[in-house]
């Protein structure tokens, strides 16, 4: 399971540090996609996503879970082990919440 914190990723102005190598700002696109899918409408239920799975050989799909107890946005592909929990999300440029 990754454990990502948003918040990581990010520079100074909130955008995805260009300075990080290409692995980790696919991982960080990766991340922000998700957060995006889920703050469109918060909030969400267990949501089967378009968001293709970010194992390469995989054809899966993202499904999503905010845990709201944590604050957290927990996701996992429908066809593989790849899994994980976003923190740090809250106001992003990714969070959609009024």
Known sequence: ?????M??????QGNIAKEMRKEGREHASF????VDYATKD????????????MNKTC????????DFENESIEWWCDKCAEAGRISDWQQT???NRK
Request: charged fraction near 20%; hydrophobic fraction near 45%; proline fraction near 8%.
């Open 7 to 12: 918040t990581h990723f990010l520079d100074d």
């Open 42 to 53: 918060y909030p969400p239920p267990v949501n089967a996503t378009e968001i293709r799975c």
């Open 31 to 34: 991340l922000a996609l998700i």
């Open 59 to 66: 054809t899966g799909l993202i499904e999503i879970e905010v």
């Open 93 to 95: 440029k990714w969070d």
């Open 1 to 5: 399971m990754f454990i990502s914190n």
